[in-house]
């Protein structure tokens, strides 16, 4: 890591990178919303309606956890045995038992363990955002970044129901259907993920010790270059 | 370019100055270490060749069966649009939908407009709508999860192991090279495209 001078904010300089294009624009006279000169996408500071908008989607996405895991996602009929229905968590124990345990941890994370802490980990970072928080904002960053790489893991479950359904179709020797826990786990996923790009995490940083004044542009510090690791997008 | 002689972060809102980086090299935030930008190359031909392939792909992934399952003397295959029309045939279309969207259409999507915007701008020609599929494609990449569904018919495959015979097939190779091809794909990033069009149309 390099130096680190007094951060200057964007904000701070009435400057805006267009979250579309990624253009760096100066906001004369006009006001947050006018579009960018590039791609006409409105230019913004901070996103609109962060909290009110994030806490109904994530709100709506807890209410919905619970079916998601009471109710079955599906229901296996076998010939000469009673119709057998499957939660998320029995579907984990199953792969379990049968000594899978690489998937049952794999499907266990997506389907159970994401979820469950995108939604507290999004309530936290709204909360402490909210309250204006200093603790550990670094840590909060790189957490959201997490969260946000990781969500869509959990469609998994979606997409192994609806496999089992297609291929056991053998009218009366045994046939999977999904149940209405699937279309509340499908409700979950996809509220967390619309709830978390919703978030605006610089958000995190406002309020943080900012610079006595603004500095002009050509003061502004240089950027840290760590070489990167090898990495296979690396050119 | 004012463009190019300062960064701002868009996880922290810092600005930086944009110093010019060794080849591969990442920059990242000091502040909150979000990667910044990278010293990559757009390659339009290599891009080009990878959504071309990627769409060759995506249509054999769709026409052979993913997986063949073996009950007796019954064999059952599936194919992704098997496994979307059963989900809708037994009532749980919002499944059916987020499978249809999020396997099928948004990655065509996808593939389609870079082939869109890639594919003039190779020979230095304006796009159609330019901004319009830039701003589509860019809203898109969350949403396509073509790698989620791969592990999920490893899923489906493990669990039905124990009930019959289950023989992965050529769909299922398919799916596995596209999310090759559209991970090295989201792997470019879409602001350089947008300076290369900028550039183009100014000079």
């Keep these: 890591m390099a130096e680190s001078g ?193 978030f605006d995490p610089r958000l995190i940083w406002d309020a943080a010790p900012a610079a006595a004044s603004a500095a002009p542009i050509d003061e502004v510090h240089a950027v840290a270059a760590d070489a990167a690791p090898a990495s296979p997008d690396q050119a | 370019m004012a463009n190019h002689a300062i960064v701002i972060c868009e996880h922290c809102d810092a600005v930086f100055q944009r110093p010019m980086l060794a080849p591969g090299v990442l920059a990242r935030c000091t502040r909150c270490d979000a990667p910044l930008y990278r010293n990559r190359p757009l390659d339009l031909d290599v891009m080009l060749a990878l959504a071309l392939t990627a769409l060759i792909v995506l249509v054999l992934a769709n026409v052979f069966p993913i997986v063949t399952l073996q009950v007796s003397n019954t064999e059952r295959e599936a194919t992704l649009w098997g496994a979307i029309l059963a989900t809708y045939d037994t009532g749980v279309a919002f499944v059916a939908l987020l499978a249809a969207l999020t396997v099928f259409f948004f990655p065509l999507l996808q593939i389609l407009l870079y082939l869109h915007v890639l594919l003039p701008m190779r020979w230095g020609l304006r796009t159609a709508g330019f901004r319009y599929s830039m701003h589509v494609l860019r809203a ?64």
């Excluded at chain 1, 670094?138 to 990781?150: C, D, K, N, P, T």
């Excluded at chain 1, 997409?159 to 786990?185: E, H, K, Y």
Aim: net charge positive; aromatic share 8%.
């Design chain 1, 6 to 198: 007094p951060i200057v904010t964007a904000t701070e300089l009435n400057i805006v990178a267009c979250s579309a294009c990624g253009q760096v624009v100066k906001l004369g006279a006009e006001r947050e919303g006018a579009p960018c000169p590039r791609c006409a996408a409105p230019l913004r500071h901070r996103k609109r309606n962060v909290y009110s908008r994030s806490w109904a989607l994530l709100i709506s996405a807890s209410i919905l956890y619970v079916p998601a895991n009471l109710l079955p996602i599906m229901r296996t009929r076998t010939i000469g045995g009673a119709p057998r229905d499957d939660t998320i968590l029995s579907g984990v124990v199953e792969l379990w038992t049968a000594g899978s345990i690489d998937l049952a941890i794999i499907v266990f994370v997506a389907s159970i363990v994401v979820p469950l802490v995108k939604i507290a980990t999004l309530a936290m970072l709204l909360i402490t955002a909210q309250r204006r928080s200093s603790w550990a904002r670094r840590g909060r960053a790189r957490i959201y970044r997490i969260i946000e790489f990781v969500g869509h893991w959990s469609m998994l479950d979606i997409f192994v129901v609806a496999l089992m359904a297609a291929l056991v179709r053998f009218q009366t020797l045994a046939d999977i259907t999904p149940r209405p826990g699937a279309v509340a786990f499908g409700a979950v996923v996809v509220l967390t993920m619309l709830a978390s790009r919703r």
């Design chain 2, 140 to 203: 898109m990449q969350p949403w396509s999860m073509v790698e989620v569904f791969v592990l999920g018919v490893l899923v489906a495959v493990v669990k039905l192991a124990g009930m019959a015979e289950v023989t992965p097939q050529l769909g299922m190779w398919g799916f596995a090279l596209l999310t090759v091809l559209l991970t090295l794909l989201n792997s470019f990033d879409l602001h350089q495209l947008w300076d290369i069009a900028q550039e183009r149309c100014d000079g």
